[in-house]
């Protein structure tokens, strides 16, 4: 039986979120849609993400703090693609869910990683939770690890829609998300993985992300949720 090189993805959702930071971002959530529970309890409900059994990645022992800033590289990003340009929340995040789910450490450190990512991001403060995003990124001696068997990963996604919580509360106060036009959107797809000698293998992915798309401007990644609500 062929041994599994370590591994990562990014569908431990929660694991950026610090108490301060959940506090944050509960507060923003109230403000932002007029208190709406539906989607409060999303943005800070515990739980685990999805993981397909048995061949979930290994927890990294030393994760990026709440605090870390994405590095900006003189070499660029790597195999990061850069942001779409697309102005419908469902699209986008299914563009970011297809990045945050590949990667390959053949040509691209940790630090071009993050700093693709980063690319994507909010850049208004007060919506955007790095944490969440550059938390799922190993930490660099994993990240060292995953390299020396040239790890890398390529996505597909099978579909996104906005899960139902979010509909029912949009249904019951449309002008609420007008203050930041944050949207909650779910992915799902597969996640394929591939090393050194022939090793391999897929597994089935899923994220909530909050995605923010102002009118008349590009949509943006505000946070990944600590649990997936479909």
């Not at 779409?84 to 699209?91: G, L, N, Y």
């Not at 799922?136 to 990240?143: A, E």
């Not at 002008?175 to 992915?187: K, L, Q």
Request: hydrophobic share 40%; with cysteine; aromatic share 6%.
């Amino acid at each position: 039986m062929r041994k599994r090189s370590p591994s990562f993805s990014l569908s431990s959702y929660g694991s950026g979120w610090s108490a301060n930071r959940r506090i944050a971002i509960v507060a923003s959530a109230v403000t932002v849609l007029l208190a709406i529970a539906g989607i409060v309890a999303l943005l800070i409900g515990g739980g685990n993400g999805h993981q397909a059994p048995d061949s979930a990645a290994p927890a990294p022992t030393g994760s990026p703090s709440s605090s870390e800033a994405a590095p900006k590289p003189s070499f660029g990003s790597g195999s990061v693609p850069k942001p779409p340009q697309i102005s419908e929340p469902v699209a986008y995040a299914k563009a970011a869910a297809r990045m945050l789910w590949s990667y390959d450490t053949r040509d691209t450190s940790r630090d071009q990683q993050l700093a693709g990512m980063r690319a994507w991001m909010t850049t208004e403060p007060k919506y955007a939770d790095w944490a969440s995003v550059s938390g799922q990124v190993p930490d660099p001696v994993l990240w060292s690890r995953m390299a020396d068997q040239d790890q890398r990963a390529t996505a597909s996604v099978t579909e996104g829609h906005y899960p139902s919580a979010f509909k029912a509360a949009l249904a019951d106060d449309p002008s609420a998300i007008t203050e930041a036009y944050i949207y909650v959107v779910t992915v799902n797809g597969k996640q394929t993985l591939s090393w050194k000698k022939g090793g391999g293998g897929a597994e089935e992915r899923a994220v909530t992300l909050a995605v923010q798309c102002r009118p008349n401007h590009d949509c943006t990644l505000a946070a990944i949720a600590p649990s997936v609500t479909q």
